[in-house]
């Protein structure tokens, strides 16, 4: 269970210290803990949490899968936001002038996908390779399945994940995460590695580099 990237005050007041806690120390921690009980009775422990995922996605195993993908998912989730943002830069920024045209557009694209999702899940911002795409899935899907996808940014539109301060308004609680949570410098190390100039990101963080 990796800790926070921050300190849970540290996205106030975009996301509150009550989100923060509830969200990651028991939504995140419940699908870790079920995870490590069902790797211990089906050995999938000596494989990586990316491995595992795609394993169970393959073979049916639904409930390793959904909590193996939901621990991942979140783990990028926290990743993907920081206490303060800044607009994306070099190549991420020209690709993203190449694919969408301006970042208002990428803006638009991004929360018409997540506000129009019916139920759970995830809206993306993925590359494959240096095409840009905006992409949602459902309940625990993650893009992570799919061959030469690099997701770069995450934002969670389960409920669970805005209601305390948002309420029913999912539309209010992407704009906000957007204007003055993502993590754009996460993103364009994600988009760097799509390209062939570095690694991606995975599953756990690693702590030295905090």
């Not at 991004?110 to 095409?131: M, N, P, Q, Y």
């Not at 993650?142 to 994940?161: F, M, N, Q, R, Y």
Request: charged fraction near 20%; aromatic fraction near 12%.
């Amino acid at each position: 269970m990796p800790p926070l990237p921050y300190g849970t005050k540290d996205l106030e007041p975009v996301l509150s210290a009550e989100t923060l806690e509830i969200h990651h120390g028991k939504h995140h921690a419940r699908y870790v803990e079920t995870l490590n009980r069902l790797l211990a009775e089906q050995n999938f422990s000596a494989h990586t949490l990316e491995e595992i995922i795609r394993i169970a996605h393959g073979s049916g195993a639904k409930g390793v899968f959904n909590n193996a993908a939901q621990a991942w998912n979140h783990s990028f989730f926290w990743e993907s936001m920081a206490p303060k943002t800044v607009k994306p830069a070099g190549l991420l920024a020209s690709a993203i002038s190449s694919e969408f045209g301006s970042l208002e557009t990428l803006r638009q694209r991004f929360s018409a996908e997540g506000t129009g999702h019916f139920g759970s899940g995830w809206v993306w911002l993925i590359a494959k390779r240096d095409k840009l795409e905006v992409i949602s899935t459902h309940d625990a899907g993650s893009p992570i399945l799919e061959e030469g996808v690099t997701p770069l940014l995450a934002c969670d539109v389960w409920e669970h994940a805005y209601y305390i301060d948002y309420r029913q308004d999912r539309a209010g609680w992407i704009t906000s995460w957007w204007n003055r949570l993502a993590n754009w410098s996460f993103a364009e190390t994600q988009f760097d590695a799509a390209i062939g100039q570095g690694k991606p990101w995975r599953y756990p963080p690693s702590q030295t580099a905090r």
